[in-house]
């Protein structure tokens, strides 16, 4: 696919943290890439820097985090060499956000109609009546049920999963190129959450848009995603197709992983979660980083932390010792 396709490119993202005077490490070698018209789904155990990696794409990181290294472009535009009014611009603008909890993403003093023409109002030159026929455009787009009604209701008076259509409406009413979403369902029951992630793949097919979709849980990522990005302790261990990530994966973190979801091995053992703890950003090894929870490890993998490379049909692993096909363990 040309390069222009690439919708959002992260290369070697390294991010620290200042923690009581100390400096931490939770992300350290990251490469994601979505193309247009692509779900691709970042996942990893909590606490693998997803959401940092996330946020630093529109420059949203906490105040003591900082980027070290690394280079974020968004439809070919680099964002470290963004101004900050050029940043709010790209916010809700070329990049919409969803996060996890609605609630606390949305204004409680303001109808759900005027946050979606707010948003509109901010990107775009048009009359307030023209955004707020926009919004109830949009409102209707992401499957709120009369939405000239709700146009009126506030966020309390919404369910859990209409108010992230909500959510979702506000990042897609100006037509993003790339919509970030942070587990926007790991809040809603089983049922809300196929719902919405049956709108965001319905979206991305209509409008070609490209969706980093992130989670802890791999079964949102067999229902709704092109491809997956596995991490692992600040670093990208696996990037493939999502059948691969199943079925020929070749990291063998993506493999215990799989073994570990409860829903999609079928074992009774499943969901137990993977032995061992992840590694502490406060103490980087020098080694790989899953090297004491690997059942695959030998004595060279303590040495440095593998390199990210590139198999011939465009499979990027991380590991000095990586599965082979027929050797994967199907649970
Ligand atoms: N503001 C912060 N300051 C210091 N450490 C942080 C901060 N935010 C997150 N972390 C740490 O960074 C690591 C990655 O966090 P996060 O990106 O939220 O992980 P994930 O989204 O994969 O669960 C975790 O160890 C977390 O505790
Ligand atoms: S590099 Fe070694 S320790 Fe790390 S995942 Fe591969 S085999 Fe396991
Ligand atoms: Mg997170």
Redesign the pocket.
């Known amino acids: 696919m040309p390069r222009s396709d690439v919708v959002l490119s992260i290369e070697g993202l390294s991010i620290s943290?200042d923690?009581r005077g100390e400096t931490?490490w939770?992300?350290t070698d990251v490469h994601v890439s979505v193309r247009a018209g692509e779900v691709v789904g970042l996942v990893?155990?909590?606490?693998?820097?997803?959401?940092?990696?996330a946020l630093s794409v529109p420059r949203l990181l906490?105040e003591?985090?900082r980027i070290i290294d690394g280079l974020i472009t968004v439809a070919g535009k680099d964002m470290s060499l963004l101004t900050d009014s050029e940043l709010s611009r790209v916010r809700g603008g070329i990049v919409g956000m969803v996060f996890q909890d609605s609630l606390a993403s949305l204004n409680p003093t303001k109808t759900v109609g005027q946050q979606v023409a707010e948003v509109v109002r901010l990107h775009d030159a048009v009359s307030r009546t023209q955004a707020e026929a926009k919004a109830v455009d949009v409102l209707a787009d992401v499957g709120l049920p009369q939405p000239r009604e709700r146009f009126r209701s506030y966020p309390h008076q919404l369910s859990g999963g209409m108010r992230q259509r909500v959510a979702i409406a506000m990042a897609i009413a100006c037509e993003p190129q790339l919509v970030i979403a942070d587990e926007p369902t790991t809040a809603l029951d089983v049922t809300v959450q196929a719902q919405i992630l049956a709108l965001l793949r319905r979206l991305v097919d209509d409008r070609g848009m490209g969706v980093l979709l992130?989670t802890?849980d791999l079964g949102v990522v067999a229902n709704v995603a092109d491809r997956t990005t596995v991490?692992y302790g600040?670093r990208t261990v696996e990037d493939c197709t999502v059948i691969d990530a199943f079925e020929a994966m070749r990291h063998p973190y993506t493999e215990a992983l799989v073994a570990s979801a409860p829903r999609l091995s079928g074992l009774d053992s499943a969901g137990d979660g993977i032995p061992g703890a992840p590694p502490n950003?406060a103490h980087p090894e020098p080694g790989c980083p899953f090297e004491p929870r690997c059942s695959h490890a030998q004595s060279d993998c303590v040495v440095a932390p593998p390199p990210y490379i590139t198999a011939n049909n465009g499979h990027r692993f991380a590991c000095f010792h990586p599965l082979l096909a027929h050797e994967v363990s199907r649970g």
Not at 44 to 53: Q, R, V, Y
């Open positions: 943290a923690v931490v939770p992300v990893g155990e909590s606490g693998s820097g997803k959401s940092l990696t906490p003591n985090v992130i802890h991490m600040g950003p």
